[in-house]
C-alpha cells in the first residue's frame, strides 16, 4: 500500500508562532495542493476555538494544520470537515486501544479530560468552500502541563510510554483521506451517524450551562450547520451554537 504520508506534501518548520498562520500565509503566495502539511516540533502560540491557546511542549506533540480543498461541499455544509477531522483523530486513539469522544463541537476527549483540538478556518467562494485549513493539536508524549487548561491529557499520561509521531501522523493521514472519501462518495449519513456515536456525554442527562443559568439537559442531536440540540428535563428542546453552551463537570 502506498505510504499515507505521499499524499500529504509536508512542509516542516523548526519553530512557528502558529501552524494555522502559515499556512495561511503559504497559501497567500502560491497555489498548493491539497492535503498540504505545515508540520513544526515547536508552535509557541497555537490558536484555539474563539482565540483560546493551545500549550504543547517542543518536539513532544502532533501539531500540524492540513489544508483541504472541498469544493464539493457547499457553506452550509461546511461543519462535515469538523466532523471528519474529528473522527480521523478518533480512530487514530482506536489503533491505542485509546477509547475518545468528540466534546462537541469537536474537542477529543478522554474520559473527561482534553487529548486533542481542533481549529478550522474555511474560505467561501461562490456556493462552495474553496479551501479549508484544519489546525490539529493532539498531545502524544507530553507529561506535564503548565498552562492554565484546566483537563489536558497526553497519549502518554494514559499508556505510559512514549509513541512514535511519525507512525501516528501516518494513522491520522490515512484515517482523514478515509472520511475525507467518504464525503466524495456522498456518505454525509454515515459521516452523521459516526460522529453523534462517539460523542461526549451523548447518554443520559448532564449539567450544563448558558446564559439564562443551569441545567440539565441530554443531547438530542447536532444540525447539519453544527447547532447543538439539547433536550432539557421538560422535554423543551433547545438550540445552541458554538460557545453558547458550557459542559459543567
Known amino acids: 500500500m502506498k505510504q499515507a504520508d505521499s499524499f500529504f506534501p509536508i512542509h516542516s ?8 498562520i502559515k499556512l495561511a500565509e503559504l497559501l497567500k503566495e502560491s497555489e498548493l495542493p491539497e492535503f498540504t502539511v505545515i508540520l513544526t516540533p515547536n508552535q509557541t502560540e497555537g490558536k484555539g476555538q474563539a482565540g483560546n491557546s493551545w500549550e504543547s511542549e517542543k518536539g513532544k506533540n502532533i501539531t500540524i494544520s492540513i489544508l483541504l480543498k472541498p469544493l464539493f461541499l457547499e457553506p452550509h455544509n461546511q461543519f462535515y470537515i469538523s466532523k471528519v477531522i474529528s473522527l480521523a483523530i478518533i480512530e487514530t486513539l482506536d489503533l491505542l486501544n485509546i477509547q475518545s469522544t468528540i466534546k462537541w463541537p469537536n474537542d477529543i476527549y478522554v474520559d473527561d479530560k482534553k487529548i486533542a483540538g481542533i481549529l478550522i478556518e474555511n474560505s467561501i467562494l461562490g456556493n462552495s468552500i474553496s479551501d479549508s485549513i484544519a ?4 498531545n502524544v508524549n507530553q507529561s506535564i502541563f503548565i498552562s492554565d487548561a484546566k483537563n489536558p491529557i497526553s497519549i502518554y499520561n494514559i499508556l505510559n510510554e512514549e509513541q512514535s509521531i511519525d507512525e501516528l501522523l501516518d494513522y491520522l493521514f490515512r484515517n482523514l483521506l478515509k472520511w475525507h472519501t467518504a464525503l466524495i462518495e456522498d456518505e454525509f449519513g454515515k459521516v452523521d451517524r459516526e460522529y453523534f456515536g462517539r460523542l461526549y456525554r451523548k447518554e443520559g442527562f ?23 440540540i439539547l433536550t432539557d428535563t421538560n422535554g423543551k428542546n433547545r438550540k445552541y451554537a458554538f460557545k453558547e453552551i458550557e459542559f459543567l463537570d
Request: aromatic share 8%; proline share 0%; no cysteine.
Open 135 to 138: 489546525g490539529i493539536g493532539l
Open 206 to 228: 448532564h449539567n450544563f450551562k448558558d446564559s439564562t443559568g443551569i441545567f440539565s439537559a441530554e443531547i438530542s442531536s447536532v444540525e447539519t450547520s453544527g447547532i447543538l
Open 13 to 20: 518548520f523548526e519553530a512557528l508562532v502558529s501552524t494555522n
